[in-house]
């Protein structure tokens, strides 16, 4: 159900005393081979270039042309033109007038990257330079859209210069995006963009303050690829010195945090957990074996679970629909997707904040009327509190809420059959079929007493 809600005024209930606004993006996808035409142009010119020419009216034969790529590179869908992109960061902008900061959980970068730059550029190869261009375009476009908030963002396993979930530790690609990811740390000081940047040159990682917005609250920020199980190097090959570092640098932010009495939440792409869809593809099988996960393994979720303490939200991406769970006392929130490739509608959170508990209060979805970017309106599809009734979205509270929707195993309860048709914006949600796993898979839990909630004993 979608409620009409086409301006600013529409989220003013929203925001109350001591509350702040946050804006919550994930998996932009963004195209700018659209226009294959125009791609020589932008490789050759500064990011500072590209708005200009991309807002160029369409060259001779661009239809085409874009449907011949999209055959070539074996896309499933479209990923977001510019037209979209910028649709919806004006519209995020309007219903979250005075946001104090914005969060991106990765994937700026469109799907098939090196099969689209080889075809555009007539067979060049080396493309890591336009990868890093692409992404500080889409990482300096959402800071201008949102000029008095800080941006926080995060890379997905798109988001590389030398293939999809390939990255290397000190990657060359953190070296050329973190000028346009330090430009978004508005608020931070000069002690904190310093290490930011080493952080990020290492391993395109970084933690900050969130100040003037949330009272001693530590963001950290991560990119996750490196916990994959289809992480390589540049050269295709695995090795774990990207996870070791990783956690031990995580595990160090959550110590020092506790150190200082701080709050943290922690920003990334893929989720932990239990990918359900991909579990159930493997009908009875999954009774008898492990279930799959969205990474290697447990390590990260088992983090979070074991510094509850001081973690009070986790933001992730990647799976493009918009859903929660719960690691230990950690919520999580899962943000759709600006790119509408999956068959959904696109879509974008505003939330709101206790700046002085470090935790989120509550949230709402809207998603657009298109997916074009043409013509489109944004409007509200639901709201947490009032679809969920609850009065945050704490650990606490979202435990209620999560073991309300576990034991009504046939998805019939008002509060289930909201979930399962917002969980998949504008279009149609698959929870229907596969909704007691699913329900199972929402407190995270070891792989037996998943399998053994999957699977009952008849």
Known sequence: MVVACAGAQGNANLVAAGDVTVVMLSDL???????????????????????????????????????????????????????????GLKAAAKQAAGAKFVTVSGDLQVHQFECRYKMAMKG??????????????????????????????????????????????????????????????????????KQAKADWETGGYFAVSLAGAMKKTRLVVIDDM???????????????????????????????????????????????????????????AICSKAPDMFLADGSLGDLLKKNGDVVKLAIFGHTHSDEFREFGDVPMKGVGSITPVNGNMPSFTVAKADASAGILKDYSVFVASNASGSGTVWAKEYGFDETFHAQSFSGTALAEVIARLQKDANGQSAESRAYERDFFPGGTSPLGIIWPQYACAMKDAPSAEILGCMCPKQ
Request: charged fraction near 25%; aromatic fraction near 10%; hydrophobic fraction near 40%.
């Open 29 to 87: 996808h963004f195209d700018p081979f659209r226009d294959a035409a125009k791609v020589p142009r932008l490789d050759a010119a500064p990011v500072a270039d590209w708005e200009a020419i991309l807002r160029e009216p369409a060259s001779a034969g661009q239809a085409d042309g874009f449907a011949a790529m999209q055959k070539a590179c074996g896309a499933k869908g479209e990923d977001a033109d510019y037209a979209l992109l910028n649709s």
């Open 124 to 193: 060049k190869t080396e493309y890591l330079g336009f990868a890093a261009k692409t992404a500080s375009y889409v990482m300096e476009k959402v800071q201008a859209e949102f000029a008095g908030a800080a941006v926080y963002i995060a890379l997905g396993n798109n988001d590389t210069g030398c293939g999809d979930y390939a990255l290397d530790v000190n990657d060359k690609y953190f070296a050329e995006t973190s000028a346009a990811m330090l430009r978004g740390l508005r608020r931070a000081s000069e002690e904190e963009k």
């Open 226 to 284: 490196y916990l994959s199980n289809k992480y390589a190097t540049c050269a295709k090959k695995k090795d774990a010195a990207g996870e070791t570092a990783l956690l031990a640098w995580m595990a160090g932010q959550f110590d020092s945090a506790r150190k200082k009495g701080e709050t943290v939440w922690v920003l990334g792409h893929i989720p932990p957990g239990t990918d359900v869809y991909s579990t159930v593809k493997h009908g009875f």
